[in-house]
């Protein structure tokens, strides 16, 4: 028997219930091949085909029965998808450096994998998208780490804030962290030149030769100068100046 769409075909009650019956086992048994989302969308058919004969037949029984089957269906979806979305968010939590980016590529790539199985039973589209959008700021961070070193200073510093206006309005955080620690990276590399030509440099002709905001410059030198072998003494508030450790070499 096909799924009826012509309302004239419902004479009685009888041959509505009948409709009922098939669609009914055909959920049962989506659900038991752990079809949830294909079974949800059948839920939600003779849902709309009871409320179009309501007025017509006395079907509040069915009704309710087919909401709750309803609800136990999308509790059921809802329990699978958040298994990946768990997945994925923990993932998102994890601490990221220039070391262990490629085997968190991997963890990524085993869960990318689970989920494109899936996509269809538990409607995973929007975390299979999220987890392609990662790999591709994924992609670019590599280019970004396997160049900034070798790059001279403002091409690498235009390199990597040109991928944070991208990342700018992503949920990527620990990413995010990763473009942030390598751009203080960067910035570290640069003052270690300019201690090996100068005591110290005020604040304001620093900022110049480097393209960054003071305020911004003075944030990233208090981060730096608690590192261990920061090329960074101190920063003095009074003459505004940056004073540099001497050189060993």
């Known amino acids: 028997m096909g799924i009826k769409n012509n309302l004239e075909s419902f004479k009685s009650k009888k041959d509505l219930v009948e409709e009922l019956n098939y669609y009914k086992s055909l959920i049962i048994k989506k659900v038991k091949n752990g079809d949830y989302n294909s079974a949800l969308e059948k839920v939600r058919s003779a849902l709309v085909l009871l409320q179009e004969h309501q007025d017509t037949f006395n079907i509040k029984k069915e009704l309710l029965e087919f909401y709750e089957l309803s609800k ?50 538990y409607n995973l589209w929007d975390i299979s998208n999220n987890i392609n959008k990662y790999f591709k700021y994924i992609k670019k961070m590599y280019e970004i780490l396997s160049c900034y070193r070798v790059l001279n200073y403002h091409d690498a510093s235009e390199k990597i804030l040109e991928y944070v206006r991208e990342i700018k309005s992503e949920n990527f955080p620990n990413l995010k962290m990763l473009t942030l620690l390598t751009y203080q990276n960067l910035i570290r590399n640069r003052l270690c030149e300019f201690s090996k030509d100068f005591d110290k440099l005020p604040i304001s002709a620093l900022s110049e030769k480097m393209a960054i905001n003071q305020n911004q410059l003075i944030n990233f030198i208090n981060l730096i100068k608690e590192q261990p072998k920061s090329p960074i003494q101190g920063f003095k508030s009074r003459t505004q100046e940056i004073i540099f450790k001497k050189s060993r070499f």
Do not use: P, Q
């Open 72 to 121: 136990k269906v999308v509790s059921e979806l809802s329990g699978h998808r958040l298994i990946y979305e768990r997945r994925f968010n923990n993932l998102l939590r994890e601490k990221l450096n220039e070391s262990n980016l490629e085997n968190f590529s991997k963890l990524l790539a085993m869960l990318k994998n689970e989920v494109d199985h899936n996509l269809d039973k």
